[in-house]
């Protein structure tokens, strides 16, 4: 089947590309882009049209730090939840974080993964291994061995790699094949029992305190290392201004650092966990408006490199719950785009940077062939109508865990291709 998205404004930043456009897809990649390029195909074929006029066409969104929770979590998410989920949000492509239950820390976990992601999967789906067998940060996994069974990178998310030792180690192993290390910049020793971000909001609520510098000297350290055993490194999640500026200098020095940031830490404070609000209780978590505003500027000239939702789906009875007991984490594939198109509109970050982040730059960090409209190209685009508004209310995950829910907003995937197909359309 023959596709044309025609008259849209196509925003390529793999490309440089900005202006009204027609795109062309057939057999699963991008044939044609440019103005009047879907003119020449005529209608006796099997043809379908996408009038596109006063809407934008990008490259599919691209995520690299989700948690689709199965093996194990089912009852918060599933792949076919989750991926569905994605395509609504505008994501084609997504990456799964591996503190699932059992932990893919092995091959065996990973080819199952991605198995059933062939099976119901609506978007392209790829592991991520962990760092350490069972996240417990002392022995590694096989990272070669789970890379041919589909991971695009290692982890221990939700725990960091405390022991130096080992870091050194999986950023040596890793680096044999080129693969980033991610990792969850978080001192736990520093962290033991915090709720939230330590300032006048946690002393005002009485909750323990969760101070910068257990990120900070983490990522400092973890620089060290990834200048020492020239491997790739990359943060997760970054929330402070300090691991900003070490990554900054860090990259001016051509060390192979990458970083990325969260919708939830662009745009809230600790002021929004006020009156003990669970939904707003993540990790890292939500810092004060220096730090904000520092994420803001790195996002804007380069010096953090593209965003990730960290999709983080809890059923409403676990975050339904004292403050202390709750989970942290938060939903967040279907309000990414409308959230990040604020910060274009305030003119905070410019559009081009916006798309770019949001689909070739993580797209390169692990190694992955999408995130561009370039002609002959895996075709993954979407449609987004920049002007409608609507108030974010429902979502397709299984779990409802998001502290935008009643917000307005401004922009809306209103089509989603993977591979050439259709997949979702509003």
């Known amino acids: 089947m023959l596709l044309l998205l025609k008259n849209g404004r196509v925003i390529d930043p793999s490309r440089g590309l900005d202006a009204i456009a027609d795109v062309v897809i057939e057999k699963g990649r991008v044939v044609r882009v440019g103005a009047g390029a879907a003119g020449s195909y005529g209608t006796e074929r099997d043809v379908r049209v996408i009038d596109c006029t006063g809407k934008w066409i990008l490259p599919g969104m691209v995520d690299i730090h989700t948690h689709m929770r199965e093996p194990g979590y089912e009852y918060k998410e599933d792949i076919r939840s989750g991926t569905r989920a994605a395509a609504i949000g505008g994501f084609t492509t997504i990456c799964a974080m591996p503190n699932t239950n059992p932990v893919n820390d092995n091959r065996a976990i990973t080819e199952m993964m991605v198995a059933k992601a062939r099976e119901v999967g609506v978007v392209r789906f790829h592991p991520i291994g962990a760092v350490t067998r069972k996240l417990d940060g002392r022995e590694l996994t096989e990272m070669a061995d789970m890379r041919d069974g589909g991971c695009v990178a290692v982890s221990d998310d939700g725990k960091c790699v405390l022991h130096s030792g080992v870091m050194r180690r999986a950023l040596e192993y890793a680096g044999t094949f080129d693969v980033p290390v991610i990792q969850h910049a978080e001192d736990h020793h520093l962290t033991e029992g915090a709720q939230m971000h330590e300032g006048a909001i946690s002393t005002r609520l009485g909750l323990k305190g969760w101070p910068r510098v257990a990120e900070d000297h983490i990522v400092a350290r973890d620089l060290m290392l990834t200048e020492m055993t020239r491997a790739r490194y990359h943060v997760a999640h970054i929330s402070s201004k300090g691991a900003v500026a070490y990554v900054r200098e860090a990259k001016s020095r051509g060390i192979r650092a990458t970083a990325e940031v969260t919708p939830h830490h662009l745009t809230l404070t600790d002021e929004s966990v006020l009156g003990y609000q669970t939904a707003c209780k993540v990790n890292p978590p939500l810092r004060e408006a220096e730090d904000r505003d520092a994420l803001i500027a790195a996002l804007a000239d380069g010096t953090i490199d593209c965003i990730a939702t960290d999709h983080a789906p809890h059923a409403p009875s676990e975050k339904d719950a004292e403050f202390s007991e709750a989970p942290n984490g938060m939903i967040g594939l279907e309000t990414a785009l409308p959230?990040?198109?604020?910060?274009?509109?305030?003119?905070?970050?410019?559009?081009?940077?916006?798309?770019?982040?949001?689909?070739?730059?993580?797209?390169?960090?692990?190694?992955?062939?999408?995130?561009?409209?370039?002609?002959?190209?895996?075709?993954?685009?979407?449609?987004?109508?920049?002007?409608?508004?609507?108030t974010v209310e429902s979502f397709a995950s299984?779990?409802?865990?998001?502290?935008?829910?009643?917000?307005?907003?401004?922009?809306?995937?209103?089509?989603?291709?993977?591979?050439?197909?259709?997949?979702?359309?509003?």
């Not at 916006?354 to 449609?383: F, Q």
């Not at 299984?398 to 259709?422: E, H, M, W």
């Open 398 to 426: 299984k779990s409802q865990n998001s502290p935008f829910t009643g917000r307005k907003v401004k922009g809306r995937v209103v089509a989603t291709i993977v591979d050439g197909t259709l997949v979702f359309e509003r």
């Open 339 to 390: 959230l990040m198109l604020e910060l274009v509109t305030s003119g905070k970050v410019k559009l081009s940077r916006m798309v770019e982040a949001l689909t070739v730059a993580p797209a390169r960090i692990v190694g992955l062939p999408v995130g561009t409209l370039a002609e002959g190209a895996l075709a993954d685009a979407i449609v987004v109508d920049p002007d409608v508004e609507w």
